[in-house]
C-alpha cells in the first residue's frame, strides 16, 4: 500500500501517535459497554411494556439490521485504522464535510449517552439502598457529577488504564447478571410469554417500525472500537472480528433481560413498564421483587452497565475531536496529547466537562433529542462513504473485504432511512440546525488551518503477529464465537420454550 496517494495531494503531515496497547477482548468490551447501558434499561424495557414477548422479533430485526453495517465498517477499520473512524472514512470516501458530519454527529450522540448514562447510573445507585428500605438525600445530578469526574480523570491517565477498567466492568456486569438470571428464575411466570397485551393490536406496521428503531438505539455504538482504531493491536485482524462479534453479543444481552422483564411483569402490567423512565427497577418493585434481588439488579446496572458505557462513552468521542483538530477542521487545541500518558486530554475535559454542564443544568433533554437522529444520519454517511472509498481508493490494501457491497449497503442505507422517517419532528428540525452550526464551524477551522492531507499509510499497522501471538488470538476469537453462538442458541430456547410447553 506504499503507493496510495494522500488525500488532495498535498504534503504529508507526520503522524501524531497513540499507543497500541488493546486487543480483541478490549475491543469487544469498548464496543459493548459503549452500547449496553441506558438503551437496554430504558428504551429497550419500554419496549417490552409495547411488544410484550414479541419484543424478541423487533430485538432479532435490529440485529438483522445492524450485522452488515458492522461488516462494512469491519473492512473499513481494517484497512484504515485511524482514531476518529467514520470521520476519516468519509473524508476519504465522500470528502472532508461529509466527514465532518459524521464526527460531528458522532460526538454529540455520545454525548447525550454519556450524560443520561450518568443519571441512570444515580438512580440505579440509589436503588440498591432502596431495595432495603434506604432512601439516600443526594440529589441524582450530584451522584452523576461524581462519576463524570472519576471517568474524565481514569481516561486522561491512559488508554491502558481505560481498557483494563472495561474489561472490569463487562465481566462484572456479565457475573452480576448470570446471578441475577438465576435468583430471578422463580418469579418467571411462563404464561406471560403466551399472552399478548391487549394494545398490541394498536400498534399496526408504522407503530412496528417505530419500535425497531428504537430497540435499535440499543445497537447503536455496535462500531464504537472504529474510533480507537490507532490503539489497537493488529487492527487489521481485531478490528473485523470485533465487528463480526458485537451485533451479536448486544443481542443476546438484550434478549435475556427482556426474557426475565416479560416473565415477571403480568400482561396487565405492561401498560405502565411501556411509561416507566427505569422499567426494570420499576418491574422489579411492583411485583414485590425486593431485597438481594432488587439489589443485584442495580448492582449489576449501576457498576457494570452504567460504568462501562460511561468508561466507552467518555473514551471515544474525544479521539473523533482530536483527529478532527489534528486535520485542521477543529481548533488545534483539540489535537493536544498528555505529554506523560499520549491521550488527547484537552478532548477528554472538554466534552467532559460539557456533559457534566448538561447533567448539572438539566438541559439534556434536549440533547437526548437528537440522538437518535445523530446515530442514524452517522451510520448512514459512514455506508455511503464505504461505497465511496471503493470507488476513490480501488487499490487500498483490504484485509478483510465484505462481500455484496452495492446492494448490501443500498439496502441497509434503506431501512436506516426509513427508520429516520418514524423521528419526531423536533429532532429533525434540530438535528439540522445543528449540522448546519456544525458546518460552519468547520468552515471558519478550514480558512484558519487549510486542507491537510489525510496520509493512509500513516497509521497502518504493518507488524504481523508471531505465530504464537496469531494463535492465542485465534482461541480468543474462537472462544467469543462459541459464546456468542451459544448465547444465541439459549435466546432461542427461552423464547420458545413456553410456548412448547404450553
Known sequence: ???????????????????????????????????????????????????????VLATALAALISIYPALMYGEMGAALPFAGGTYQYASLGLGR???????????MSLIAVTGGEALAFSYYFKTIFLAFGVELPVDDAVIAIIALVAFIIANVRGVELT????????????????????????????PNFV?????????????????????????AGFETCCAMGEEIRHPQINIPRAMMLSPFIIFVVNALFQWFLVGIVPADGLAAVAESSAPYAEAMM????????????????????????????????????????????LPAVFAKLHPKYRTP???????????????ATSTLDYIASLSL??????????????????RKLPDLKRPFKVRGMVPGAVISIGIYLVMM???????????????VVGLVIYAACAKVYGTRAIDVNAVQDTSEPTPAERAKMNREFHIWIAAAAIGCAVVALLYLLPNALG
Open 286 to 329: 411492583s411485583a414485590g421483587i425486593l431485597g438481594l434481588p432488587l439489589a443485584l439488579l442495580a448492582l449489576g446496572v449501576a457498576f457494570g452497565g452504567d460504568f462501562s458505557t460511561l468508561n466507552a462513552s467518555i473514551a471515544v468521542p474525544p479521539r473523533y475531536l482530536f483527529t478532527m483538530a489534528r486535520d485542521g477542521s
Open 163 to 190: 481498557g483494563k477498567l472495561q474489561n472490569g466492568f463487562m465481566f462484572f456486569f456479565w457475573g452480576v447478571a448470570a446471578i441475577w438470571f438465576l435468583t430471578m428464575i422463580p418469579n418467571v411466570q411462563l
Open 97 to 107: 464535510p461529509a466527514g465532518f458530519l459524521a464526527g460531528w454527529n458522532f460526538i
Open 1 to 55: 500500500m506504499g503507493n496510495q496517494p494522500n488525500e488532495g495531494g498535498a504534503q504529508k503531515e507526520p503522524a501524531v501517535g497513540l499507543k497500541r496497547t488493546l486487543g480483541l477482548r478490549e475491543a469487544i468490551t469498548i464496543t459493548a459497554g459503549t452500547v449496553i447501558g441506558v438503551g437496554l434499561f430504558t428504551t429497550g424495557g419500554n419496549v417490552v411494556g409495547e411488544m410484550g414477548p414479541f419484543v
Open 421 to 435: 422517517t418514524q423521528l419526531d419532528t423536533d429532532a429533525l428540525v434540530t438535528g439540522v440546525i445543528y449540522c
Open 195 to 219: 399472552t399478548a397485551p391487549d394494545f398490541m393490536g394498536d400498534l399496526g406496521g408504522g407503530g412496528f417500525i417505530a419500535a425497531v428503531a428504537m430497540i435499535w438505539w440499543c445497537f
Open 345 to 359: 486530554y484537552v478532548a477528554v475535559i472538554t466534552l467532559g466537562v460539557l456533559t457534566v454542564a448538561l447533567v
Open 373 to 390: 437522529f445523530a446515530d442514524l444520519f452517522y451510520y448512514v454517511i459512514g455506508m455511503v462513504a464505504c461505497l465511496g472509498l471503493r
